[in-house]
């Protein structure tokens, strides 16, 4: 993760309930790197990571070249039920295969001060553009 920098922004129209966040992972080094499956995201005090949107695995990884971007749709609020506040959100990208310790997670700045989230929501896989990554999220 040294590799990279996390920007999250919100994907809703301004005024809207924040629903629809956009993560971003961007490289920062001077080389390429790959981010494989999908991030691991908690949303404020969650007690585990936001499960994984279904329907949305690659193939293969994202390869960034230095300054690319990857990108994971991220749905907060999914109609269930148990809504909490979120004022901050925390990011690992896991251990691809689990054959290695899991790095450390960092805390993402978030797009606005507090918003609402439940227990259906949802994270998709990296992804190489900005609508494959948000398509799943939006369109539930």
Not at 29 to 53: I, R
Not at 103 to 126: C, H, I, L, N
Request: charged content about 25%; glycine content about 10%.
């Amino acid at each position: 993760m040294a590799d990279l920098t996390f920007t999250v922004t919100n994907y809703d129209a301004p005024g809207e309930e924040v629903r629809h966040l956009m993560l971003v992972a961007t490289n920062k080094s001077a080389k390429k790197c790959d981010v494989q499956n999908y991030p691991e995201v908690t949303l404020g005090n969650a007690k585990s990571y936001a499960p994984v949107k279904e329907g949305t695995n690659p193939d293969e990884a994202v390869t960034l070249a230095p300054g690319e971007k990857a990108y994971a749709g991220v749905l907060a609020t999914g109609g269930q039920m148990d809504t909490y506040p979120v004022k901050f959100m925390t990011v690992s990208l896991g251990s691809p295969g689990g054959e290695a310790e899991a790095e450390k997670p960092v805390k993402v700045k978030m797009p606005v001060t507090s918003f609402e989230a439940d227990d259906g929501q949802r994270v998709t896989y990296w992804a190489g553009t900005e609508g494959l990554a948000m398509r799943p999220v939006t369109e539930s």
